[in-house]
């Protein structure tokens, strides 16, 4: 049984800084990463972490959001520096089997504000 824990969201000001961690679970995963939801917009990809250590980011978040994993523990997180207003959105974590199916964790609330 897979399960995706999240942990780390929360409020915080503009240029602040918030680290999201996601423990998985009950399976192997190739590639683990994160996407975000802000209300009344689409699920899009932050960004994406294989088992080498490959990474891919969205150009919104590049040279601010760094995702790093450890294979040993099966997680995943996403270091967050310089954080914006636009930031703000549910942060979910996916972890996918080597045959492409992802699986979701359960979201945790980023807000950035003053």
């Known amino acids: 049984q897979v399960q995706l824990v999240e942990s780390g969201g929360g409020l915080v000001q503009p240029g602040g800084s918030l680290r999201l961690s996601c423990a998985a679970s009950?399976?192997?995963?190739?590639?683990m990463g994160w996407y975000r939801q802000a209300p009344g917009k689409q699920r899009e990809l932050v960004a994406t972490?294989?088992?080498?250590?490959?990474?891919n980011y969205a150009n919104s978040v590049k040279g601010r959001f760094t995702i790093s994993r450890d294979n040993a523990k099966n997680t995943v997180y996403l270091q967050m520096n310089s954080l914006k207003p636009e930031d703000t959105a549910v942060y979910y974590c996916?972890?996918?089997?080597?045959?492409?199916?992802?699986?979701w964790g359960q979201g945790t609330q980023v807000t950035v504000s003053s």
């Open positions: 009950g399976s192997i995963f190739s590639t």
């Open positions: 996916n972890a996918a089997l080597i045959n492409g199916y992802g699986y």
């Open positions: 972490i294989t088992k080498a250590r490959i990474t």
